[in-house]
């Protein structure tokens, strides 16, 4: 069976549906909204809706769960044709990560980023997806690197120092060393609401002990 069947099968289940990415009721709120793979970002500022992990969404647009079953399969089954025939083709790679990642399809997501990242190195916004898969398969420590591998490509990557505040902090409980990467972010945007809430819910879990 095909790795990427999957797929298919959720993305017909999905169809119609607006896919959230809520690990936890509290991190919907603190956490700032996702952008949709293959939107542009043109005033810096996270875009699209939802909550959960932060996305990068670099490169070729992917199959959207809501898109509708048809057009939505029909797209997805082109992009493992051109990566069938051709692995190093970097687009279509990318564009089948993303669609999985967009279905938390996470082992798979994971594999083809890393295989899109031999090919184009100095993707920021695929390091920060590659970092989010990490973390929600539990693997924080691969996460941070990888959110480091992104800050070190693009210094001012806000959802790369984002979510590396907030593995560092929520998920590993090591606050001062998200205080550090919190006040990078201050430094970046000192009035963002995401930044506020995550600082909210910073000084919470500090003082419940």
């Known amino acids: 069976m095909n790795r990427d069947n999957l797929l298919y099968l959720v993305i017909g289940v999905l ?12 991190m919907a709120e603190v956490q700032p909204p996702l952008r949709v793979h293959g939107a542009t970002e043109a005033t810096g500022e996270p875009s699209a809706a939802g909550g959960g992990p932060m996305t990068g969404g670099g490169g070729a647009a992917a199959p959207q769960p809501g898109a509708g079953s048809g057009p939505a399969v029909a797209a997805v ?3 493992q044709e051109r990566v069938a025939q051709n692995p190093d083709d970097a687009d279509a790679v990318l564009g089948l990560a ?15 980023y890393e295989h899109y990242l031999e090919l184009r190195p100095d993707d ?11 973390r929600a398969q539990g693997d924080f420590d691969d996460a941070v690197a990888s959110f480091d591998k992104a800050l070190a490509k693009d210094p001012d ?13 929520i998920d590993e409980g090591n606050l001062d060393a998200a205080d550090q990467v919190v ?3 201050r430094a ?15 000084d919470r879990r500090r003082s419940a002990g």
């Open 157 to 169: 990557h806000w959802l790369a120092r984002f979510n590396k505040a907030i593995v560092l902090g």
């Open 124 to 134: 920021a916004d695929v390091l920060s997806d590659l970092g989010i898969c990490y």
């Open 77 to 79: 089954r082109q992009l």
């Open 15 to 26: 169809a119609g549906f607006i896919a959230g990415y809520l690990l936890e009721e509290r």
């Open 98 to 112: 993303n669609a999985n990642f967009d279905i938390s399809n996470w082992t798979r997501a994971i594999e083809l």
């Open 188 to 202: 970046l945007r000192p009035d963002a609401p995401d930044l506020q809430r995550l600082e909210a819910e910073l």
């Open 183 to 185: 006040a990078e972010m």
